[in-house]
Structure formats: structure tokens, C-alpha cells
């Protein structure tokens, strides 16, 4: 990616951080229509993806991941996965899951492809086999527009919570770790890791320790940031936000 593309999506992310802070709510953080091609109404691809997104809507929540295709000829055949975060229930995963799939044909109506994130969940398809890979074009960042006061410790802390949970995330069944390292006398570190569950576990570390590695474009010396991709994502915070 040119710099200057990677600059826009930076100032437009900054833009978008703001209106985080002052609305937070549970709509969409961010999505991306693949540029792969368009289907018309009523074509085999559409029928194909459908089908897919009902079999992802039922096959998902109950265990926070659903990965399938649909369709048998090639170009005309719909890829898809659903991944829900690590600590949502399967309620609401079901809630993510079908809101991120209505959303997702609303923004993107003609694309063959697809990706869109929420805090609870992520939701991607595409018309080629993307399975058992890393994600290397869909990423964004958010950060809190707050500065520690030690940014060195606090990146070096940061920096090793996090890639300790890499570590944990890419050996756990579900592909998800969530830890906390304390910062001082009052202060603590919360972070998370999550990979989809269709990478091995070491694409899952290396796709998160990538993340890890571009925690500096966006997140340096903040009190919250987020590096999130098609295949893995990572948050860490100073409050705790993952649910009991
Ligand atoms: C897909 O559709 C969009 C919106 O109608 C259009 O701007 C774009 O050029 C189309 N792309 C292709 C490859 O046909
Ligand atoms: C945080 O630090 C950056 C870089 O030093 C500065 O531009 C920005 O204004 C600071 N933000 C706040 C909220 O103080």
C-alpha cells in the first residue's frame, strides 16, 4: 500500500475515532467492499450468497465461528465467515452475526466481496476461496484519543501483554486470549487477541504479531487502541472491557 493511501485512511480513521468517542454505540466500526467484482440481481452468485449468509447465521452463533462456501461452479461460488469475539454469549452473537449480514448487502449491494466489522463480531465474504489464509488487504485502526503520560513504559508493557496473548490465543481451541498486567501502583493494562479459526496456529501468532508491529502507525503512547484485520485483531485498554 502507497504511503499516501495509507495517510487517508489515517486521517480518515482519526475522524472516525472522534465520533467513537462521542456516540459509541453498537453500529458497524468500519467495513471495506472488495473491488474482485459485481453481481447482478438474480444471477447464480447471488442465490449462492444467500444461501451462504443463512448458513452462516445459523451456523455461527453456537460456537462463535462459522466458516462455509456455497456453490459448485467456480466464480460463481460464495465464501464466507462470521467470527463473533471470544467473550460475547450466543445470543449475542446471533444479534452481531444477522445485523452485520443485512448491514453488509446495504452498504456493499453489488460486490462479490465483502468485509464488515462490529465490536461484537466480523462478518466477510468473497467469491474466491480465502480460506487457511492470512487477510493481508483488510485492516484498520482505532485509537483513544488520550496520551499516556510514560509512553515508553506504557508501549513496552503494552507491547508485552499483548504478545504474550498472541502467543495464548494461537494454542487456544478458540483462537482468543484476554489478559491484564498491571501498570504501576493504581493502574492496569487490559488486552485481547483473537484470530479466525480457519488459520493454523502459526499463522494466528504471526498474523498477530504483524498487528503487534503496527501498533506504532496508530496507537503510540495512547491509553486504548485497536489494530483489526480479516484473519486476527487486537485491542488493549487501561479500563477493563472484556465481558465476565
Ligand atoms: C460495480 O458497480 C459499481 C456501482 O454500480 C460501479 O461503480 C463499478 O464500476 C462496477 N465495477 C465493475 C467491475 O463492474
Ligand atoms: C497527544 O500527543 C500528540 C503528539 O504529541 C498531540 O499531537 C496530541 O494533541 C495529544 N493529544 C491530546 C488529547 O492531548
Redesign the pocket.
Known amino acids: 500500500m502507497s504511503s499516501s493511501k495509507l495517510s487517508s485512511i489515517v486521517i480518515l480513521l482519526t475522524a472516525f475515532a472522534l465520533l467513537q468517542t462521542c456516540f459509541g454505540d453498537d453500529g458497524p466500526l468500519f467495513h471495506f467492499c472488495s473491488n474482485s467484482g459485481n453481481f447482478t440481481a438474480h444471477s447464480p452468485y447471488e442465490f449462492n450468497l444467500k444461501r451462504l449468509i443463512s448458513l452462516l447465521n445459523y451456523k455461527t452463533p453456537p460456537t462463535g465461528f462459522g466458516l462455509g462456501s456455497v456453490g459448485t461452479v467456480q466464480s460463481q461460488t460464495a465464501y464466507g465467515l462470521a467470527l463473533c469475539r471470544g467473550d460475547v454469549s450466543a445470543s449475542d452473537c446471533k444479534t452481531c452475526v444477522s445485523e452485520a449480514s443485512s448491514e453488509i448487502r446495504k452498504l456493499c449491494p453489488h460486490n462479490k466481496g465483502a468485509i464488515i466489522w462490529y465490536d461484537n463480531c466480523m462478518y466477510k465474504y468473497l467469491d474466491t476461496d480465502f480460506f487457511h489464509q492470512i487477510d493481508e488487504t483488510n485492516k484498520f485502526y482505532m485509537w483513544n ?3 499516556v503520560s510514560d509512553p515508553t513504559t506504557f508501549n513496552y508493557k503494552t507491547k508485552e501483554l499483548l504478545s504474550q496473548l498472541a502467543k495464548e490465543a494461537s494454542v487456544n481451541p478458540k483462537m482468543f486470549a484476554t489478559g491484564e498486567k498491571k501498570l504501576g501502583e493504581s493502574e492496569t493494562l487490559y488486552g485481547l487477541t483473537q484470530c479466525t479459526r480457519d488459520l493454523s496456529s502459526i499463522d494466528c501468532k504471526k498474523c498477530l504479531d504483524e498487528a503487534i508491529s503496527e501498533l506504532p502507525n496508530c496507537c503510540d ?1 495512547k491509553e486504548g487502541g485497536r489494530v483489526v484485520g480479516g484473519s486476527c485483531n487486537l485491542r488493549y485498554e487501561i479500563y477493563p472491557f472484556v465481558k465476565q
Open positions: 484519543l488520550k496520551n503512547g
